[in-house]
């Protein structure tokens, strides 16, 4: 007989279970729950739906890269100070605080990218990708 936990069975409940809806209304309930849920402005991140966004065709490593630059997370100077990794969390460029979002926009040395460029997975995007992934 297997048992679960309480404790892990309380963070494993799919939300999927928590409503009883009719089969063919599951996939709409589930993304009209999600976005209920969901409030960010981040329009790196496309809506959900069934299908993987674009760039699913790239290498691994690119792919990791280009989603870390759609969430805004990574392993810039600023993430890396906060981990008490780096000294400090000061870019190449000059810039005090190497965050995401100056990478992505605002580095001086480095190719820019939009948040629309990450969504659509651009040539922009490709080219920052290609800069980056060996750096965060």
């Known amino acids: 007989m297997y048992c679960e936990s309480p404790v892990i069975e309380r963070y494993r409940?799919?939300?999927?279970?928590?409503?009883?809806?009719q089969p063919d209304q599951a996939a709409s309930h589930c993304l009209e729950l999600w976005n209920t849920w969901d409030n960010t402005t981040n329009e790196a991140i496309q809506p959900p739906k069934e299908q993987l966004p674009s760039g699913?065709?790239?290498?691994?490593?690119?792919w990791v890269t280009l989603n870390r630059a759609r969430a805004k997370v990574g392993k810039t100077a600023s993430t890396?100070?906060?981990?008490?990794?780096?000294?400090n969390s000061e870019c190449p460029c000059g810039n005090q605080n190497q965050t995401m979002d100056h990478i992505l926009s605002e580095c001086t040395e480095r190719p820019h990218c939009t948040d629309q460029d990450l969504r659509d997975c651009t040539d922009a995007a490709q080219a920052w990708i290609t800069h980056w992934r060996d750096k965060i």
């Open 13 to 21: 409940k799919s939300f999927r279970t928590v409503e009883s809806v």
């Open 80 to 87: 890396l100070h906060k981990w008490k990794l780096r000294p």
């Open 56 to 62: 699913r065709e790239l290498q691994r490593k690119d």
